[in-house]
């Protein structure tokens, strides 16, 4: 894409303001150290930023460096060396606390992406939009049952493409659902049920609401349920059911009249979402990538999955702005993640072969505020690095290698053959759920992970000539 290569090339436009914002709102909760005092003591003070066009003087305010907690109510700035927690947390109070549930498509997302563009922006990095297609679709809880003549529950599946909708209609037979089956049949406002076979799925749901029906069960050919497909969105609910509820509910309609009760609730996503990428232009050839995703599941608030995790992002982007950091850092707000990481397929996807390779590394930063664990997973000379710059900051973690190791941004980047590490932490009771609050991120949590992240950096870059 356009952007990256411009920057490795030097000429990007850059956007936003030419000092940084000082926050002047107090942070969310009682302020402590943002980096513990060997964290501090570790990371070397940075050097006169001349050689970078685009780096922002640190603030000429004072600096505190206390680990104990002043006054609640005193304004603070951070330091320009290392991760505020306090900061972060500020940031997750406002995506996860004030704008609530991200998920693709909705308002608070596309305020959380603003929200994070503006921030990189007064960061002084160039930000971009980047859109991409996603299409999504999720039976998220469909319900059929008989209301009479006797009430029983069946295992119905939405077709993919059904629409949502609910129907408390009798139940007439219809064959095949071809349309020499409907007539003459009372169908108009009834709930169809036709077998598989013979015709495609989407054809016996256009005949039957050709007829005038009002929702479609097909039964299954073969034992068991299946998963079908109406191929694009259909115009009435369609689920499937059994081969063996199928028989059931003919013999049942045999003996007489049949009421049923269908509920199809998915959760249905045709449409743009869309990555805000930052780019900070270094001097060197290479680029880093920091990611998070900030959408969130429909659920909940995603305080910690993942509000923490853009929180901290925009911590490590001020830091690293504030450093004669040699490569072209690039910070990306991730849409789309939850239901199948679309925003990072899709940014590594419109990479050329070349800006691929240029990526020296990318950290993905998902789940970072609650759980004790602190976890590395990814690339394994990134991994390796990553526990060695852990342990110069008294930090121990440990590696994740279960299926959560996959579960996340950094595997895009990994399946196209760039270097990624993730760092996370475990465990969350409150994953996908309403609970998953901003008020549970801890921000001394938070810290540590972003001085983590810029430690791994800074490593990085020092083998740059930093
Ligand atoms: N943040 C989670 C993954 C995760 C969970 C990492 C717990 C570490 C500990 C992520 O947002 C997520 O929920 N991923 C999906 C998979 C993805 C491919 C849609 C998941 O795990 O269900
Ligand atoms: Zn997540």
Known sequence: ????????????????????????????????????????????????ATTVPTATPPPPTPVPTATSAPAPTVAVSPTPQAVSGAEARRHVERLAGELGSRPVGSTAGDA???YFASQLGSLGYAVEEQRFPVTYYDDSGSQLAITGPRPATLAARAMRYSPAGEVTAVVVEAGLGRPADFAGKPVRGKIVLVQRGELTLREKADNAAAAGAAAVIVSNSEPGNFAGTLGQPGSIPTVSIAQEEGTQLRRLLSQGEVTAHLR??????????????????????????????????????????????????????????????????????????????????????????????????????????????????????LVALAEKAAGRLGLSPARLTDARAQASDH????????????????????????????????????????????????EIGARGGQ
């Open 264 to 381: 199809v609730r998915p959760l249905t996503v045709d449409g743009t979402a869309h990555n805000v990428v930052a780019t900070r232009p270094g001097r060197l050839p290479g680029v880093v990538v920091v990611g998070a995703h900030y959408d969130s599941v429909p659920a909940g608030p995603g305080g910690n999955d993942n509000a923490s995790g853009v929180g901290v992002a925009i911590e490590v982007a001020r830091v690293l702005a504030a450093r004669d950091y040699p490569y072209t850092v690039v910070v990306v707000a991730f849409g789309a993640e939850e239901i199948g990481l679309f925003g990072s397929k899709h940014f590594v996807a419109q990479l050329s072969a070349e800006e691929r390779q240029q990526i020296i590394a990318m950290v993905n930063l998902d789940m970072v505020g609650v759980g004790e664990n602190l976890r590395l997973a990814g690339s394994e000379e």
């Open 112 to 114: 959380a992406a603003a």
């Open 411 to 458: 595997a895009s980047f990994i399946a196209a053959g760039a270097p990624a590490l993730f760092i996370t932490r475990t465990p969350d009771p409150n994953y996908h759920t309403p609970e998953d609050k901003a008020a549970f991120v801890q921000p001394q949590l938070l810290a540590e992970v972003g001085n983590l992240a810029v430690e791994v950096l800074g």
């Open 1 to 48: 894409m356009a952007y990256l290569l411009a920057t490795l090339l030097g000429v990007a436009a850059i956007s936003g303001a030419s000092c940084r914002t000082i926050p002047t709102d107090p942070p969310a909760a009682p302020t402590t150290s943002a980096a513990s005092p060997a964290a501090q003591a570790a990371i070397l003070p940075s050097p006169t």
